[in-house]
Each structure stands twice: as structure tokens, then as C-alpha cells.
């Protein structure tokens, strides 16, 4: 018996039908789109506000056990610096590929398979994006990030220093060194 695939969602955006792809391996169809994007579609960090625009340049090719989506998704990234706590606004383009399998084949779990002629992009596209986020986030890859003493962001004057503010443990050496700054 073949394993239970949940049904997709003929409403969602990102079910795709394939109807118009003969089972004809070389036939393509080419698709650009843009769709709001799922909820959850990041870690805790970062990640892709829902609704926002998603946009979708794919090519879905019939090959000899399935469909092949390839292609790129370009997302709005929101999230926090892990370093200056700044917020972070970028655009990025991730690449989008999985081999949906014609049905009547035993599919693995990391698998994807045609269910009713449909295309459920959802997986494919979790997995293109939310693997590929960083846990620890930049504004810049050279973000100074904040003062440990003060907190002030060290991206608004590299040159932030404070003076007279030396563990006391250390006062008595800081006399020999005589390296005192400004
Ligand atoms: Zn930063
Ligand atoms: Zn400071």
C-alpha cells in the first residue's frame, strides 16, 4: 500500500496544479509568481514575515519518475543582529530544487510526490529557506556590535571609548603600561 500523503491545499498559493504537464519527460512549463508567504517560514531569529511577497521564478520539467522544480525564491528577510540587536531588512534569493515523484512509488520521508496532480511547494520551500538562515544573524558582516560597558552601538563611532574604567584588579598594572587612550 502506498503511505498516506496529507492532501494539499488546492487554495494555497503554493500549490501548484500540473495538469497541463504531460506525463512526457522533456515537457516544461515555466512559472513566475508571487505569493504571500506561509506563517513560520524562519528560526527565532530571522526570518520571512507572513503575507509578505514571495517572489517565484520556477521551471517545472517532467522527467521520467516525476516533476523537477528548479528555480529561485526571493523573500523579504526581517529579523535582529545578533551582535548590535539592530534591526535587519534584507531581500534575498534562495535556490528552490525537489523532484516530486510520480505516484504509485514508495517515497522516503525527506521524499515529495504529485498527490492529485498537485504540486505542494510548501516542504521545498521551508527547506530552501529556513536551512539556509543564519542563527546568528548581521546587520554587517563586520557589525561592531554594542559597548559591553554601556551598550552604545559601536556602528554609530568605532571610535567609542570610555577612560577611567579599568577593573579595579587590574588599576595597578595599567600604571605600568601607561596606556591610557586620548
Ligand atoms: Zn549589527
Ligand atoms: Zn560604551
Known sequence: MSPVHHQPDRRS??????????????TMKQVT??????????????????????????RFEAVTEGVLVTGT????LRGQCARCLDDIEDEESFDVQELYFYPGREIEDDEAQIVEEMIDLDEALRDAVVLE???????EEDCLGLCPQCGFN??????HTHEQQIDPRWSKLSGLTGDTQD
Open 154 to 159: 559601536r556602528n554609530d563611532d568605532p571610535d
Open 73 to 76: 525564491a526571493t523573500v523579504q
Open 133 to 139: 538562515l543564519p542563527f546568528t544573524p548581521l546587520c
Open 33 to 58: 509568481t508571487t505569493v504571500p508567504a506561509p506563517a513560520d517560514l524562519g528560526n527565532e531569529v530571522i526570518g520571512v514575515p507572513q503575507d509578505s511577497d514571495i517572489e517565484l521564478d520556477l
Open 13 to 26: 498559493p503554493l500549490v501548484f496544479e500540473m495538469h497541463e504537464l504531460a506525463r512526457q519527460a522533456g
